[in-house]
C-alpha cells in the first residue's frame, strides 16, 4: 500500500498540474494546511474527471462512492490519493457529507437534464462547489458559525462565474446550466449557448446572470474576517482571482462563444503577490 506521504506527493502533483486557479492561493498556506488543500482538490478533480471523460458511466462513478466510502474507514484500494484525503479529513475533522454531496452533483453530469430554475441551479452548484468551500474553511480553521453560510455563497458565487466562462464549451457537451427561466425571459434559445453569434437577447441574459455572481461575491466577503488569521490572505487570493475573473468576462462584453476567458499567470502572481504583503 502506498504511504501517507507518497499520497501527498501525488496529491501535490496534481494539484500543481490541473489546478488552474486554486494552486495560486494554496502557496499562502502552511504546509500542513497546502498538502490537505492538495488532497482535497486531488479527491475533487478526479470526482469532475469521472463525469467529464468519454463513456463515462454511472457504474464508474458506483465504484468510486464504494471505494471512497472504504477510504473514509481506513480501507484503501489501489488509488494513490487515499491515505492522504484519508490523513486530511480526519487531521481537519471534515464533515464526510460534504464529499457524498460532491459525488451527488458531479453524478448529476451523466445524464442530460434541464435547469429549470435558479433554485434547480443552486442545488447543484452547492453539491459541486459549496461544499468545496465548505471543505477549505475546514483547513483555513474558523470559529464563527455564520462561516458556513458564507462559504456556501462564496462557492454559488465561483461556480456562476465558471458557467458564464463555460457557457459554449458546456452547450457543446449537452450541459445547458443557466436556468430555462433565464432564458425564456430574455428571448434566447438553448442551442445559441453553442454557437457564435452575441444577440442582444444573449449579451441581457450574460449581464443578468453575471450581476447574480457578483450579488454572491459581495455577500460572501465578510468570509475573510472569519477564517484563522493565519488563513485569510490565501483566502483573499482564491477570491479575488475568481472576482476578477468575472470582471474580465464583463469586460470583454461576454466574448465567451468565441474564446475562453482566463487571467494570464502574471495576472494571477500579482494577485499572491498583494496576498504575502496582507500576512
Known amino acids: 500500500m502506498i504511504s501517507v506521504r507518497a499520497s501527498y506527493q501525488y496529491c501535490r502533483r ?8 486554486f494552486y495560486y492561493s494554496f502557496v499562502l498556506l502552511s504546509k500542513e494546511q497546502k498538502d490537505a488543500m492538495c488532497a482535497m482538490y486531488a479527491f475533487m478533480r478526479y470526482c469532475d474527471d469521472l463525469s467529464d471523460e468519454p463513456g463515462a458511466t454511472a457504474a464508474s462513478m458506483k465504484k468510486w462512492r464504494a471505494d471512497f466510502t472504504r477510504a473514509l474507514n481506513g480501507r484503501f484500494d489501489e488509488h494513490p490519493l487515499w491515505p492522504a484525503f484519508h490523513d486530511a479529513v480526519t487531521r481537519f475533522k471534515i464533515p464526510q457529507q460534504y464529499f457524498y ?14 435547469v429549470r430554475t435558479f433554485e434547480d441551479l443552486y442545488q447543484y452548484c452547492y453539491c459541486v462547489a459549496s461544499v468545496v468551500g465548505l471543505t477549505t474553511i475546514h483547513i483555513f480553521g474558523f470559529n464563527d458559525p455564520a462561516a458556513t453560510k458564507l462559504a456556501e455563497k462564496c462557492g454559488i458565487a465561483f461556480q456562476l462565474t465558471n458557467i458564464l466562462r463555460d457557457v459554449r464549451e ?38 443578468f446572470e453575471a450581476d447574480r455572481a457578483r450579488r454572491y461575491y ?8 472569519m477564517v484563522d488569521q493565519r488563513s485569510r490572505s490565501s483566502l483573499w487570493v482564491l477570491i479575488t482571482i475568481y472576482w476578477r475573473l468575472l470582471e474580465k468576462i464583463q469586460a470583454s462584453h461576454y466574448d465567451v462563444l468565441s474564446r475562453r476567458i482566463s487571467l494570464s499567470t502574471w495576472e494571477k502572481l500579482r494577485i499572491v503577490g498583494r496576498g504575502l504583503v496582507m500576512r
Open 101 to 114: 454531496d460532491m459525488i451527488d452533483g458531479v453524478e448529476s453530469d451523466l445524464t442530460p437534464h434541464t
Open 170 to 207: 458546456d452547450a457543446g457537451l449537452g450541459r445547458v446550466y443557466i436556468p430555462s427561466e433565464d432564458l425564456q425571459r430574455f428571448g434566447v434559445r438553448p442551442e445559441e449557448l453553442g454557437g457564435s453569434e452575441r444577440t442582444e437577447g444573449f449579451l441581457r441574459l450574460m449581464t
Open 218 to 225: 459581495e455577500a460572501s466577503r465578510p468570509l475573510i474576517e
Open 14 to 21: 496534481v494539484a500543481r498540474t490541473r489546478a488552474k486557479n
